[in-house]
Protein backbone atom coordinates (compact mmCIF):
# COMPACT_ATOMS: atom_id res chain seq x y z
CA UNK A 1 0.00 0.00 0.00
CA UNK A 2 1.62 3.27 -0.67
CA UNK A 3 1.73 5.57 1.92
CA UNK A 4 -0.26 9.04 1.55
CA UNK A 5 1.01 12.14 3.35
CA UNK A 6 -2.02 13.78 5.72
CA UNK A 7 -1.76 17.65 5.82
CA UNK A 8 -3.09 18.82 8.93
CA UNK A 9 -5.65 22.06 8.44
CA UNK A 10 -3.90 25.20 9.30
CA UNK A 11 -3.85 27.00 12.17
CA UNK A 12 -7.06 29.71 12.18
CA UNK A 13 -5.29 33.46 12.21
CA UNK A 14 -7.04 35.69 15.05
CA UNK A 15 -9.07 37.50 11.72
CA UNK A 16 -10.22 34.22 11.03
CA UNK A 17 -11.57 33.01 14.53
CA UNK A 18 -15.06 34.32 15.11
CA UNK A 19 -15.19 36.93 18.33
CA UNK A 20 -16.76 35.28 21.64
CA UNK A 21 -19.75 37.25 22.66
CA UNK A 22 -19.00 38.86 26.10
CA UNK A 23 -20.93 41.22 28.61
CA UNK A 24 -19.51 44.03 30.80
CA UNK A 25 -21.41 45.87 33.47
CA UNK A 26 -20.18 49.32 34.36
CA UNK A 27 -21.43 50.23 37.86
CA UNK A 28 -21.95 53.62 39.13
CA UNK A 29 -22.88 54.75 42.54
CA UNK A 30 -23.42 58.35 44.21
CA UNK A 31 -20.82 60.12 46.50
CA UNK A 32 -20.36 63.61 47.90
CA UNK A 33 -18.23 64.43 45.01
CA UNK A 34 -20.32 63.52 42.74
CA UNK A 35 -20.39 59.67 40.06
CA UNK A 36 -17.81 57.23 40.95
CA UNK A 37 -17.63 54.20 38.36
CA UNK A 38 -16.29 50.45 39.78
CA UNK A 39 -12.93 49.69 38.97
CA UNK A 40 -11.34 46.49 39.33
CA UNK A 41 -7.61 45.29 38.38
CA UNK A 42 -7.18 41.97 36.16
CA UNK A 43 -4.63 39.44 37.74
CA UNK A 44 -1.80 38.77 35.68
CA UNK A 45 -2.31 36.02 33.12
CA UNK A 46 0.27 36.66 30.56
CA UNK A 47 -2.50 38.29 28.07
CA UNK A 48 -3.37 41.76 26.85
CA UNK A 49 -5.58 42.65 29.36
CA UNK A 50 -3.32 41.32 32.42
CA UNK A 51 -3.05 43.85 34.81
CA UNK A 52 -5.72 46.19 33.24
CA UNK A 53 -8.41 47.83 35.16
CA UNK A 54 -11.28 46.98 34.60
CA UNK A 55 -15.63 46.87 34.95
CA UNK A 56 -16.71 43.64 35.97
CA UNK A 57 -17.36 41.36 32.73
CA UNK A 58 -16.67 38.30 30.69
CA UNK A 59 -17.63 35.53 28.62
CA UNK A 60 -21.33 34.75 27.98
CA UNK A 61 -21.11 30.52 28.89
CA UNK A 62 -23.85 28.04 27.59
CA UNK A 63 -25.64 28.18 31.51
CA UNK A 64 -26.56 31.69 31.25
CA UNK A 65 -29.57 30.92 28.45
CA UNK A 66 -30.71 28.16 30.66
CA UNK A 67 -31.50 31.54 33.18
CA UNK A 68 -34.55 32.41 31.05
CA UNK A 69 -37.01 31.73 33.52
CA UNK A 70 -34.91 32.97 36.61
CA UNK A 71 -35.33 36.86 34.49
CA UNK A 72 -37.61 39.37 35.75
CA UNK A 73 -38.15 42.75 34.43
CA UNK A 74 -37.45 42.05 30.62
CA UNK A 75 -37.82 38.80 28.30
CA UNK A 76 -36.03 37.84 25.05
CA UNK A 77 -38.47 39.68 22.90
CA UNK A 78 -37.62 42.86 24.27
CA UNK A 79 -33.70 42.05 25.04
CA UNK A 80 -33.55 41.22 21.34
CA UNK A 81 -34.98 44.15 20.16
CA UNK A 82 -32.24 46.86 22.34
CA UNK A 83 -29.33 44.85 21.43
CA UNK A 84 -30.72 44.41 17.49
CA UNK A 85 -30.04 40.62 17.41
CA UNK A 86 -32.62 37.82 16.48
CA UNK A 87 -32.15 35.80 19.14
CA UNK A 88 -29.97 35.13 22.61
CA UNK A 89 -29.94 38.73 23.68
CA UNK A 90 -31.10 37.89 27.23
CA UNK A 91 -27.84 35.79 27.65
CA UNK A 92 -25.67 38.66 27.36
CA UNK A 93 -27.74 40.50 30.53
CA UNK A 94 -27.75 37.11 32.33
CA UNK A 95 -23.77 36.98 31.52
CA UNK A 96 -23.67 40.49 32.94
CA UNK A 97 -25.37 39.98 36.15
CA UNK A 98 -23.20 36.86 36.66
CA UNK A 99 -20.08 37.55 35.88
CA UNK A 100 -20.55 40.94 38.14
CA UNK A 101 -21.54 38.62 40.79
CA UNK A 102 -17.93 36.78 40.50
CA UNK A 103 -16.00 39.79 40.21
CA UNK A 104 -17.16 42.18 42.43
CA UNK A 105 -19.77 40.59 44.46
CA UNK A 106 -22.99 42.31 43.58
CA UNK A 107 -25.97 40.61 42.17
CA UNK A 108 -28.72 42.29 41.03
CA UNK A 109 -31.95 40.23 42.01
CA UNK A 110 -34.79 40.51 43.73
CA UNK A 111 -36.84 37.94 46.45
CA UNK A 112 -39.35 36.66 47.04
CA UNK A 113 -41.06 39.44 47.83
CA UNK A 114 -39.98 41.21 44.82
CA UNK A 115 -37.76 43.59 46.86
CA UNK A 116 -33.27 43.91 45.46
CA UNK A 117 -31.39 41.30 47.82
CA UNK A 118 -29.19 42.13 50.61
CA UNK A 119 -25.82 40.84 50.89
CA UNK A 120 -24.60 43.00 53.82
CA UNK A 121 -25.18 40.53 56.85
CA UNK A 122 -24.53 37.06 58.16
CA UNK A 123 -27.42 35.98 56.28
CA UNK A 124 -25.99 36.33 53.04
CA UNK A 125 -23.13 34.25 53.59
CA UNK A 126 -24.62 31.01 51.85
CA UNK A 127 -25.11 33.32 48.54
CA UNK A 128 -21.92 34.53 48.77
CA UNK A 129 -20.50 31.25 48.55
CA UNK A 130 -21.81 30.72 45.41
CA UNK A 131 -19.25 33.24 43.88
CA UNK A 132 -15.75 30.52 43.29
CA UNK A 133 -18.70 27.58 41.61
CA UNK A 134 -19.69 29.52 39.34
CA UNK A 135 -16.61 31.29 38.47
CA UNK A 136 -15.60 27.68 37.83
CA UNK A 137 -18.50 26.66 36.18
CA UNK A 138 -19.31 23.78 38.64
CA UNK A 139 -22.93 25.90 39.36
CA UNK A 140 -25.21 27.85 36.99
CA UNK A 141 -26.74 30.94 38.15
CA UNK A 142 -30.10 29.54 37.80
CA UNK A 143 -29.90 27.22 39.80
CA UNK A 144 -27.99 30.09 42.18
CA UNK A 145 -31.89 31.60 41.62
CA UNK A 146 -33.49 28.56 42.50
CA UNK A 147 -31.47 27.61 45.41
CA UNK A 148 -32.37 30.65 47.11
CA UNK A 149 -35.97 31.56 45.01
CA UNK A 150 -33.98 34.78 43.66
CA UNK A 151 -35.21 36.55 40.34
CA UNK A 152 -32.43 38.38 38.38
CA UNK A 153 -33.24 42.01 38.05
CA UNK A 154 -32.49 42.30 34.43
CA UNK A 155 -34.49 45.73 34.37
CA UNK A 156 -32.00 47.38 36.28
CA UNK A 157 -29.38 46.85 33.90
CA UNK A 158 -29.74 49.85 30.87
CA UNK A 159 -27.95 48.85 27.57
CA UNK A 160 -25.12 51.07 27.17
CA UNK A 161 -22.53 50.12 24.15
CA UNK A 162 -21.11 47.76 21.37
CA UNK A 163 -17.39 47.18 21.86
CA UNK A 164 -16.07 44.66 18.92
CA UNK A 165 -11.94 43.37 19.47
CA UNK A 166 -9.87 44.72 17.01
CA UNK A 167 -8.72 42.49 13.97
CA UNK A 168 -4.95 41.55 14.78
CA UNK A 169 -5.68 40.19 18.68
CA UNK A 170 -5.58 37.16 19.64
CA UNK A 171 -8.42 37.19 21.51
CA UNK A 172 -11.51 38.34 20.19
CA UNK A 173 -14.75 39.63 21.87
CA UNK A 174 -17.85 41.03 20.59
CA UNK A 175 -18.53 43.02 24.13
CA UNK A 176 -22.02 44.56 24.52
CA UNK A 177 -21.91 46.67 27.65
CA UNK A 178 -24.40 47.62 30.26
CA UNK A 179 -25.14 49.81 33.02
CA UNK A 180 -26.40 49.94 36.47
CA UNK A 181 -26.21 51.36 40.02
CA UNK A 182 -25.00 49.92 43.02
CA UNK A 183 -27.71 47.85 44.68
CA UNK A 184 -28.69 49.04 48.04
CA UNK A 185 -27.57 46.84 51.01
CA UNK A 186 -24.80 45.44 48.98
CA UNK A 187 -20.75 46.40 49.04
CA UNK A 188 -18.29 45.23 46.51
CA UNK A 189 -15.71 42.83 47.02
CA UNK A 190 -13.02 41.76 44.56
CA UNK A 191 -12.73 37.81 44.27
CA UNK A 192 -8.80 37.76 44.58
CA UNK A 193 -8.99 34.94 41.44
CA UNK A 194 -9.68 37.39 38.60
CA UNK A 195 -9.26 40.60 39.95
CA UNK A 196 -6.85 40.95 42.77
CA UNK A 197 -7.81 45.05 43.87
CA UNK A 198 -10.27 46.86 43.10
CA UNK A 199 -11.74 50.78 43.40
CA UNK A 200 -13.77 53.22 42.96
CA UNK A 201 -13.46 56.59 40.69
CA UNK A 202 -14.90 60.11 39.92
CA UNK A 203 -14.42 59.49 36.41
CA UNK A 204 -12.56 62.88 36.47
CA UNK A 205 -10.13 61.41 38.71
CA UNK A 206 -9.73 58.05 36.42
CA UNK A 207 -8.56 59.95 33.37
CA UNK A 208 -6.47 62.31 34.97
CA UNK A 209 -2.63 62.24 33.78
CA UNK A 210 -2.09 61.24 37.37
CA UNK A 211 -3.93 57.95 36.95
CA UNK A 212 -1.22 55.97 36.43
CA UNK A 213 -3.93 52.79 36.55
CA UNK A 214 -3.83 51.14 33.10
CA UNK A 215 -7.39 51.68 31.44
CA UNK A 216 -7.97 49.55 28.25
CA UNK A 217 -9.77 51.80 25.12
CA UNK A 218 -13.69 50.84 25.70
CA UNK A 219 -13.09 50.96 29.51
CA UNK A 220 -11.74 54.46 29.16
CA UNK A 221 -14.56 55.30 26.28
CA UNK A 222 -17.23 54.18 28.90
CA UNK A 223 -16.26 56.29 32.15
CA UNK A 224 -15.91 59.14 29.24
CA UNK A 225 -19.38 58.95 28.47
CA UNK A 226 -20.09 58.51 32.40
CA UNK A 227 -18.07 61.63 33.35
CA UNK A 228 -20.43 63.47 31.00
CA UNK A 229 -23.04 63.86 33.51
CA UNK A 230 -23.15 65.44 36.86
CA UNK A 231 -26.27 63.16 38.77
CA UNK A 232 -26.95 59.64 38.12
CA UNK A 233 -30.89 60.36 37.45
CA UNK A 234 -29.17 61.93 34.54
CA UNK A 235 -26.94 59.36 33.20
CA UNK A 236 -30.10 57.16 33.61
CA UNK A 237 -32.12 59.26 31.68
CA UNK A 238 -29.77 59.48 28.53
CA UNK A 239 -29.02 55.96 28.73
CA UNK A 240 -32.60 55.10 28.52
CA UNK A 241 -33.56 57.22 26.23
CA UNK A 242 -34.65 56.18 22.50
CA UNK A 243 -31.14 55.77 20.77
CA UNK A 244 -29.37 53.81 18.58
CA UNK A 245 -26.18 52.12 20.06
CA UNK A 246 -23.42 51.52 16.88
CA UNK A 247 -20.69 48.94 17.38
CA UNK A 248 -17.50 50.09 17.86
CA UNK A 249 -14.40 48.76 16.03
CA UNK A 250 -11.39 50.19 16.86
CA UNK A 251 -8.41 50.25 14.79
CA UNK A 252 -4.70 48.53 16.17
CA UNK A 253 -2.32 50.97 15.64
CA UNK A 254 0.47 50.82 12.53
CA UNK A 255 4.13 51.27 13.71
CA UNK A 256 6.11 53.03 11.02
CA UNK A 257 8.90 51.21 8.89
CA UNK A 258 12.07 51.38 10.15
Known sequence: MQA???VSPPTPSPEMRPPRASATLVVV??????IEVLLSRRAERGDHN??????PGGIV???DALARDACVGLDEAAANARLGVAHGALSYYVAAVRECFEESGLLYATDARGEVVRLDDESAAGLRAWRGPLHRNERTIGALCEAF?????????????????PLGRAKRFDTRFFLAVLPPGQESRHDEVETVEQVWLRPAEALSPE??????TPTRAMIEQVGRF???EALL?????????RRVLPLLPVEPPR
Do not use: C
Request: charged residues 25%.
Open 211 to 216: NSRRLM
Open 50 to 55: SGAWVF
Open 230 to 232: DSI
Open 29 to 34: RDSAQG
Open 61 to 63: DPG
Open 237 to 245: AWARSPREV
Open 4 to 6: TDT
Open 149 to 165: GLKLALDRLVYLSHWLT
